[in-house]
């Protein structure tokens, strides 16, 4: 029995070494790098020359200064003298008010001033009176004075009486409703037997001379909005420059768009007001590109765009954004036209990254 028990040692220990290997070759290597994560795919496109470069805002004409026409008095329209689109010249009647009420104030204004000089006179006469019994010793200084106090009180009241009645005259002139400059009557809104209060609005006169052009600027053009622009109005190949005299301190909150008036030159006396107007811009800026809207980045540190190497991977390049058109950015950069950027998946880009180009 001794032999056998020696030999099944022998073979025992014979395959150990054979059964570590194997075991061994089934373990994973500790050591093995995991394998790399693919390239992300991403979508390009060309950067494009902006074809905003020159645009246009439509507008209509209006004059300088058009300005509201009211009374300065309250009352009754009696006469109306002028229609809605009638030129006019300066100082011509266009409303009349009822005047019997301004007569009835002047009169009573008069009575005043009479009544007042006539006290007036009569406290000097007594002053004087009383000032020769002083230095007759006939009459006190307290009697004196008295008599001094009421002759200056009698000479105020008379002022004001006088003021009165100056303002009673005024207020007939006041009851004629003259054009101030000459110009084109816009509209006319009083009508004869309507009671007006003083300051209501009756009319708009529109001054003559130079004309303007109001456009209402979009928002994404309020920054780099151009001095100059070359009108044309609507059906007509002529061609009137243009300068802009102001632009409106805040949005309308409606539309949120700026108020811009464009002055006309001297040419521009002929045009009908209301007349539709075209301004056409063009951008001082020569750097201005455009390229999709998904191919800007924004971190808060300004906007960027991912450009494409030649080496396939990617790299940040600052631009200014100027506004959107649809589905294309404007941008400021100094990227010539035709570099390839990344218009899509720019959220998960890493300086210097290689990329997989994806065609569209």
């Not at 006290?119 to 009176?129: G, H, I, Q, V």
């Not at 019994?133 to 200084?141: D, P, R, T, V």
């Not at 455009?290 to 980045?297: K, Y």
């Amino acid at each position: 029995m001794r032999p056998f028990a020696f030999t099944i040692r022998l073979a025992l220990t014979s395959l150990m070494p054979i059964s570590l290997v194997l075991l061994s070759a089934c373990q994973p290597d500790a050591q093995e790098a995991p394998p790399e994560a693919p390239l992300p795919w991403v979508l390009t496109a060309p950067v494009e020359v902006s074809s905003n470069a020159a645009w246009s805002l439509t507008g209509t004409v209006h004059a300088r200064h058009e300005i509201p026409l009211s009374f300065r008095i309250g009352g009754k329209i009696l006469e109306r003298q002028v229609d809605a689109g009638e030129r006019v010249t300066a100082g011509q009647v266009l409303f009349r008010l009822d005047p019997r009420d301004v007569m009835q104030q002047r009169i009573a204004a008069e009575a005043t001033v009479a009544s007042a000089r006539a006290e007036t006179e009569n406290a000097d006469r007594e002053r004087a009176r009383l000032a020769d019994m002083l230095k007759k010793k006939l009459a006190s200084q307290q009697d004196y004075d008295r008599a001094a106090t009421a002759a200056r009180a009698a000479k105020e009241q008379l002022t004001s009486a006088q003021a009165a009645l100056k303002q009673a005259l005024n207020a007939i002139e006041y009851a004629s409703l003259t054009a101030p400059v000459a110009g084109v009557v816009l509209e006319v809104s009083g009508q004869r037997g309507q009671v007006v209060t003083a300051g209501q609005s009756l009319a708009v006169l529109a001054e003559d001379g130079r004309r303007e052009v109001e456009v209402d600027v979009p928002e994404d053009r309020r920054d780099d909005l151009p001095l100059t622009a070359q009108a044309s109005p609507l059906g007509s190949d002529q061609t009137i420059a243009a300068i802009l005299r102001e632009i409106a301190g805040a949005a309308d909150p409606v539309t949120r768009t700026w108020r811009a008036r464009y002055q006309l030159a001297e040419t521009s006396d002929t045009l009908s007001l209301g007349t539709t107007i075209s301004l056409r811009f063009t951008s001082a800026l020569d750097d201005v590109r455009r390229v999709p809207v998904g191919a800007i980045l924004e971190r808060g540190q300004g906007a960027l765009v991912w450009r494409l190497t030649d080496d396939g991977r990617v790299q940040p390049e600052p631009v200014v954004l100027l506004g959107l058109d649809g589905e294309a950015a404007r941008i400021q950069t100094s990227l010539p036209p035709g570099t390839p950027v990344v218009a899509l998946g720019v959220n998960r880009l890493q300086p210097g990254q290689a990329v997989r180009v994806r065609q569209p």
